[in-house]
């Protein structure tokens, strides 16, 4: 397994930009215990519906504050309101990290008992936290879709993939991989283009595709329109058999470690403004056809050994710019621009058609301008 170190990519082991970290649906007033970043938190929902994150060890002897299960601490309730109690000697922490109760001590409570909060949000059905090795502020917007609360569109269900033993880069390397379209998925690729500007690294694509559109690969087109919204969270539109849009989120838990979710908002087959129960069932099993492609990539990713030095010929996609994209974000937000230069443009493989206008900067704008 190789590490940030290896891939050369900055001063950061892990990326700075907003990441998925829980399915909402499965966030209550039960704590979980995660891990992402290399570090340890405490999750949980509060009494008022804030989704909580802290960090997980107590500041009083180093208790995990969302592990231990037997505590009469946790028997009789560990959050109360939005805080939470420590399960060995039950100090309490409000939503923002501070202690504010030490049930058996008079003394004024140390200004050093607290745990770092972390800023989440709470979009398209799952938890963002902003993750920055500096601590500064979100730099963009947490990820969204207008198309989310459209209820002509069927709100998809994560598909929790679980933990994938892969850099993120080798993810990454996918957004400029035109090459891999045929082979791997079954696509016969008519035009393909990356561009690379800010946060944002954009795929356009069309073609056919053997298990999105039609058996044979030809006679139906497949237009994707894919953007990775920072480092973790990516949003590609597909027009072909139904109007869909695919969510990847990974994210770092240790060092070449990753946790992978996948989901598919699909509009509503019948057209109606309201998707009703065949809509329903009709992008369950469209969402189940997405996974099994995306699937053809997992079962790459989970095999391969590290790719420190690939060794690209014509007509491979622009990796050296996705790759110079991808650093910014390992690297102090004053260093950027020195990213940016190296990977800001449009490029399309060598005697690959680019997007047509048509196919070109709708639908990533749209999708820029919703997510920020
Ligand atoms: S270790 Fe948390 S209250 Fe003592
Ligand atoms: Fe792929």
Redesign the pocket.
């Known amino acids: 397994m190789a590490t940030s170190k290896d891939y050369g990519l900055g001063e950061h082991t892990f990326p700075r930009g907003w990441f998925m970290i829980a399915d909402s649906a499965k966030v209550d007033s039960k704590p979980q215990s995660l891990r992402f970043f290399g570090q340890d938190f405490a999750l949980y929902r509060g009494a008022s519906g804030r989704v909580v994150l802290l960090d997980a060890y ?1 500041p ?4 995990h504050l969302a592990c231990e299960t037997t505590s009469f601490v946790v028997q009789d309730g560990r959050v109360e309101g939005d805080s939470i109690r ?1 399960p ?4 309490r922490f409000n939503a923002d990290g501070k202690c504010d109760d030490i049930p058996y001590s008079d003394a004024p409570i140390p200004r050093a008992a607290k745990v770092k909060s972390w800023p989440v949000e709470e979009r398209l059905g799952g938890v963002f936290v902003w993750h920055d090795p500096e601590g500064g502020e979100p730099e963009w917007a947490a990820p969204d879709l207008p198309e989310w609360q459209d209820k002509s569109w069927v709100q998809w269900q994560f598909d929790d993939l679980g933990t994938l033993a892969c850099h993120p880069q080798e993810i990454i390397d996918n957004i400029a991989d035109c090459s891999h379209l045929g082979p791997l998925h079954g696509s016969t690729v008519q035009f393909f283009e990356n561009e690379f500007r800010g946060h944002l690294a954009i795929q356009r694509q069309g073609g056919g595709h053997r298990t999105l559109v039609s058996a044979d690969g030809k006679s139906a087109m497949l237009i994707t329109d894919t953007v990775y919204h920072g480092p973790g969270v990516l949003l590609s539109h597909l027009t072909g058999m139904h109007d869909s849009i695919i969510f990847i989120a990974h994210t770092p838990i240790d060092d070449g470690v990753v946790h992978v979710w996948h989901a598919l908002l699909v509009k509503a087959a019948s057209g109606l403004p309201v998707a009703n129960e065949s809509d329903i069932v009709a992008a369950r099993a469209y969402q189940q056809s997405a996974l099994w492609s995306f699937a053809q990539d997992f079962g790459i990713w989970a095999n391969k050994r590290p790719n420190l030095h690939g060794m690209y010929v014509s007509g491979d996609g622009p990796h050296r710019k996705a790759r110079a994209w991808y650093k910014q974000f390992y690297n102090p937000r004053a260093r950027k621009q020195e990213f940016l230069a190296e990977a800001e443009g449009v490029y399309s493989p060598q005697g690959m058609p680019g997007a047509p206008v048509a196919a070109r900067g709708e639908m990533s704008l749209a999708a820029a301008v919703a997510a920020g």
């Open positions: 107590c009083h002897m180093g208790t420590c060995y000697h039950g100090w």
